[in-house]
């Protein structure tokens, strides 16, 4: 099994930026890609950015050009850089794991006032 624990999340003004981390620990080997997904209130869950094992990223247009996903093999760690943040990126993140099985983080709410 994979486990998944978010952080990061939080209020920011319109225009500001936050860094949301995913912390991966249990069955890594297993892992073959990971991503970033989002719910708004009402609204379906949505993809956010994705990465392969091989670095290869897929992102939403909603966020390209203003969100950058990195990670630190070492630390087993995903990370969300998200800038110039619109009170429409209100949600909660959710980080995934895609592999044998496809396992995800308990979320953080991230809230973008106007």
């Known amino acids: 099994q994979v486990q998944l624990v978010e952080s990061g999340g939080g209020l920011v003004q319109a225009g500001g930026s936050l860094r949301l981390s995913c912390a991966a620990s249990g069955s890594i080997s297993e892992i073959n890609a990971m991503g970033w997904y989002r719910q708004a209130p009402g609204k379906q869950r949505e993809l956010v950015v994705i990465?392969?094992?091989?670095?290869?990223?897929t992102y939403a247009d909603s966020v390209k050009g203003r969100f950058t996903i990195s990670r630190d093999n070492a630390k087993n760690t995903v990370y969300l850089h998200m800038n110039s943040l619109k009170p429409e990126d209100t949600a909660v993140y959710y980080c995934?794991?895609?592999?044998?099985?496809?396992?995800w983080g308990q979320g953080t709410q991230v809230t973008v006032s106007s």
């Open positions: 995934n794991s895609w592999g044998l099985k496809v396992y």
């Open positions: 990465i392969s094992s091989g670095g290869i990223t």
